[in-house]
């Protein structure tokens, strides 16, 4: 068993896997975690799956935020839902820590080519090459997938924010963002701050003008997945997280389902196990999270495209918008009874 890519959705495989007693190699091209941007906001609960139970931790779990205020040009909307700001970087470790039990996790170690099945220069040939490498994926190449669509996103750290700290804010305003939306998460100490746009040139000419305003530190960028999730397993290969495109993509919300997914595939993938790989058929692992949240995810890609491409009245938007909030709110009180 090899995992290429050491983000959450690796390390989570690697995580679940360990816990069912399978063995693997993990491999990671950086030195160290979390090299790659993110908000570090987690829905807690996505698709009924609850974080907590899956992580099994507390580390690097800053605080939990029950509500988010979207800013538009029209008003101010309040969602309720809970989000939980972590630190990315802890919640990378704390993940490796725990898969470290049954796996060997090998940092600063690039997978170039795939060849019949070898991983190179490595010369590892495993029974089965779980596909954890992001939105460039060599997996997903060598299983002769398409790449992935992406928007961008870039994050900093600011200090100096003049929003209430017990909220998310999300910022929808063509003035700030085209085809995208700007976010304030606070942590415990820090904000977490930046901008996604589904366009590259737009986000280029937006991000200058929001990161001399923003004042925030340490900005860094990357891509997004804002594609639907399809054809995830061929030959000895199945794909998980952003090489996937599992990723809610209205919200650009990738680390539960990429959890999710990897839950899944240890799942799949300890039956294989117990018959010491004999017959390798890795559909039970598609239909697996078809099932869980391929209608969901899929329906979250038609509503961002119908968002930004289609609607480009921001006052539709709004009202929209005004109606997904009511919408989640009652869904969230409703299943956390709260
Ligand atoms: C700016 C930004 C903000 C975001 N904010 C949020 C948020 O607040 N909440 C949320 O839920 N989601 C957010 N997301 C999305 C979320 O971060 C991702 O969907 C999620 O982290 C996916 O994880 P992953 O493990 O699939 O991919 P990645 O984190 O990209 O991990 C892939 C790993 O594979 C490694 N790798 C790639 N190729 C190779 C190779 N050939 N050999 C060895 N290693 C390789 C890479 O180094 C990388 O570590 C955000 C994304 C961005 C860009």
Excluded at 86 to 110: D, F, N, P, Y
Excluded at 241 to 267: C, F, L, R, T
Excluded at 282 to 299: A, C, D, I, V
Aim: hydrophobic fraction near 35%; charge should be positive; glycine fraction near 10%.
């Amino acid at each position: 068993m090899a995992i290429i890519g050491g983000g959450i959705a690796g390390l989570s495989a690697g995580k679940f896997l360990a816990e069912r007693g399978v063995s693997f190699i993990l491999l990671e091209e950086h030195r160290e975690f979390f090299k790659k941007a993110c908000g570090e906001g987690i829905i807690r609960n996505t698709v009924g799956y609850e974080f907590h139970d899956l992580y099994g931790s507390k580390r690097g779990i800053e605080r939990e935020i029950w509500e988010t205020i979207i800013h538009t040009k029209y008003g101010e909307l309040s969602i309720e839902m809970p989000v939980l700001m972590t630190s990315k970087r802890e919640v990378e470790a704390e993940l490796a820590r725990q898969a470290a039990a049954q796996g060997e996790i090998r940092m600063g170690e690039r997978v170039e080519k795939i060849v019949d099945g070898v991983l190179l220069p490595q010369e590892i040939k495993p029974k089965i090459i779980i596909g954890a490498d992001g939105c460039f994926s060599l997996v997903r190449r060598y299983m002769g997938e398409r790449q992935v669509r992406c928007g961008i996103a870039a994050e900093a750290y600011a200090t100096e924010v003049d929003m209430d700290p017990d909220r998310c804010h999300v910022v929808l305003k063509n003035e700030v963002v085209r085809y995208g939306y700007a976010w304030y998460f606070p942590k415990r100490e820090v904000w977490n701050i930046g901008i996604g746009c589904s366009k590259k040139r737009t986000f280029r000419e937006t991000f200058s003008r929001f990161r001399e305003k923003s004042k925030g530190e340490g900005w860094r960028g990357a891509p997004v997945p804002i594609d639907k999730p399809g054809r995830s397993y061929r030959k000895n290969a199945i794909l998980v997280g952003d090489a996937a495109a599992h990723v809610v993509a209205n919200v650009g919300e990738g680390i539960m389902p990429s959890m999710i997914g990897a839950y899944i595939a240890a799942e799949v993938i300890e039956r294989l196990a117990r018959k010491d790989f004999r017959e390798v058929d890795l559909s039970p692992y598609e239909r697996g999270w078809k099932n869980t949240f391929g209608k969901y995810l899929r329906r979250t890609y038609y509503t961002s495209r119908i968002f930004y491409d289609v609607i480009k009245s921001e006052y539709v938007r709004h009202k929209l918008l005004a109606k997904m909030c009511r919408d989640t709110t009652e869904y969230y009180r409703k299943i956390l009874k709260r």
